[in-house]
């Protein structure tokens, strides 16, 4: 073995160790309970849509005819609420009983020259 794989090791190791503190200990800080959590915001993807709607007031919801520059023929809904469903280029809900708070809609974007793409739909539904 050289010299260089050696050192490489060496360091490696002492990279895992952490910084060593007196007596020879690791240095660990002491733990404190977070009061929020301590993650980056999640962003929503690229292609999502926001709307609001209100409990027992239908939301209709015209869908872009096109994503990503590409025109979309029509849309499947992939998840969504109970009552909600796609047709066309239209997302439809009836908020019936659904509890209040943010709500996802997953839909498929069919097109016909490329293959399809998933838009996002969070519903905002408030009391």
Do not use: C, K, N
Request: glycine residues 8%; aromatic residues 4%; neutral net charge.
């Amino acid at each position: 073995m050289t010299l260089l794989p050696r050192t490489a090791l060496a360091l490696l190791a002492l990279g895992m160790l952490g910084p060593v503190g007196p007596q020879g200990r690791t240095a660990v800080e002491p733990f404190e309970p977070a009061t929020a959590p301590r993650v980056a915001p999640e962003a929503p993807p690229t292609d999502t849509l926001r709307a609001a709607a209100e409990p027992g007031t239908p939301l209709l919801l015209p869908l872009p005819p096109t994503l990503a520059g590409r025109t979309v023929a029509r849309y499947t809904l992939l998840r969504g609420p109970a009552l909600s469903g796609a047709a066309g280029r239209s997302f439809t809900w009836i908020p019936t009983d659904a509890a209040p708070g943010m709500h996802e809609v997953l839909l498929r974007a069919h097109r016909p020259d490329a293959p399809g793409d998933t838009l996002v739909i969070r519903i905002d539904l408030s009391s």
